[in-house]
């Protein structure tokens, strides 16, 4: 069982910037991906980047550019950044890991942009 916890979350202005971290309860080296989702009001949740314990990432279109995703798995932890924030980008982040056929999820945090 992994447990994640993120923090970071809060309200931002357009074009401004957010950190998210996630810590897992477990050596994230053991574990083979891990990452950021993300569900807007009425939308489906949908992937925002991921990065693999071999260093490879994916990131969705609209947030191309614009994301770093990163882990440091001496410290057990996965990072979101994200510059360029714009109001589409709000939603409830959620810290996912995988591994083989189990997924985990954290609790979630909220990221609102507006001014």
């Known amino acids: 069982q992994v447990q994640l916890v993120e923090s970071g979350g809060g309200l931002v202005q357009p074009g401004g910037s957010l950190k998210l971290s996630c810590a897992a309860s477990v050596a994230s080296e053991t574990i083979y991906v891990m990452g950021w989702y993300r569900q807007s009001l009425g939308k489906q949740r949908e992937l925002v980047a991921i990065?693999?314990?071999?260093?490879?990432?994916q990131y969705a279109e609209s947030v191309k550019g614009r994301a770093t995703v990163s882990r440091d798995d001496a410290k057990n932890m996965v990072y979101l950044q994200l510059n360029t924030l714009k109001p589409e980008d709000t939603a409830v982040y959620y810290c996912?890991?995988?591994?083989?056929?189990?997924?985990?999820w954290g609790q979630g945090t909220q990221v609102t942009v507006s001014s």
């Open positions: 990065v693999t314990n071999g260093k490879s990432t």
């Open positions: 996912y890991a995988r591994n083989g056929a189990n997924r985990y």
